[in-house]
């Protein structure tokens, strides 16, 4: 099996992190830069990493978080927000390697999809960032780092902690880091047959 399957199949929610760990900037910066790779509609790159690096900062989140420790115990906690009006942000730019034609059609498809539908808007938002996700802990992985994707946290406050713009979504976390102590045993998964389906319902 090739390494991706296994990184896959072995990944677990890690709830305890080395708080002595740290973590180098080039590494994190390889980490966030494979990341962004994940596939967004119109490759209009909507998702937003916030790195939260201040002690405060995670404290305060920590707070409203139901204190889940490893906030404070992983080396670098990544909030996953998306902007939601980034179809409106110079749509070109997403486009600037294509050919000039190519480029002015996918910037009017950008806009008419968009444009005065903010369920598509925030839809689009939260399927962007949740791959964009996985592909952080993938990478993570890749690098023999140990991740946490959370939420049981309050939005509205940690929104106002991070001083979250008006026009993104919050969407979850991603703690990453080296993991510490025994994981705890696996609730498993339900058979394949309960989930997947052929052609209908």
């Known amino acids: 099996m090739n390494a ?11 709830k305890r992190f080395d708080a002595g760990h740290q973590m180098s900037d080039e590494t994190l910066a390889a980490i966030l830069h494979a990341a962004r790779t994940a596939p967004t509609a119109f490759n209009i790159q909507n998702w937003r990493f916030l790195v939260v690096r201040d002690p405060v900062v995670r404290t305060a989140i ?5 204190h889940q420790p490893q906030i404070e115990e992983c080396s670098a906690l990544v909030v996953l927000c998306a902007d939601m009006h980034a179809y409106a942000k110079d749509p070109g730019r997403y486009w ?13 498809m950008i806009t008419q999809y968009y444009e005065n539908n903010p369920a598509m808007q925030r ?3 939260f399927r962007s960032a ?10 993570a992985a890749a690098h023999g780092y140990d991740t946490c994707p959370m939420d049981g946290f309050d939005f509205e406050q940690v929104a106002e902690i991070i001083r979250l713009p008006k026009d ?4 979850m976390f991603v703690a990453v880091g ?6 705890p045993p696996h609730g ?4 394949d047959a309960d989930v997947i389906a052929y052609d209908r319902f």
Do not use: Q
């Not at 991706?4 to 890690?14: E, F």
């Not at 920590?62 to 139901?66: H, L």
């Open 62 to 66: 920590k707070e409203v978080a139901w």
């Open 4 to 14: 991706i399957l296994d990184t896959m199949l072995a990944r677990r929610a890690t």
């Open 130 to 139: 949740g791959m964009a996700a996985f592909a952080l802990m993938m990478a």
């Open 168 to 171: 993104h979504a919050l969407v």
């Open 188 to 191: 498993g998964r339900i058979p």
């Open 123 to 125: 839809d689009e938002a």
């Open 96 to 108: 600037n390697d294509a050919p000039e034609a190519m480029r002015e059609k996918y910037i009017s």
């Open 178 to 183: 080296k993991g510490a102590g025994e994981l």
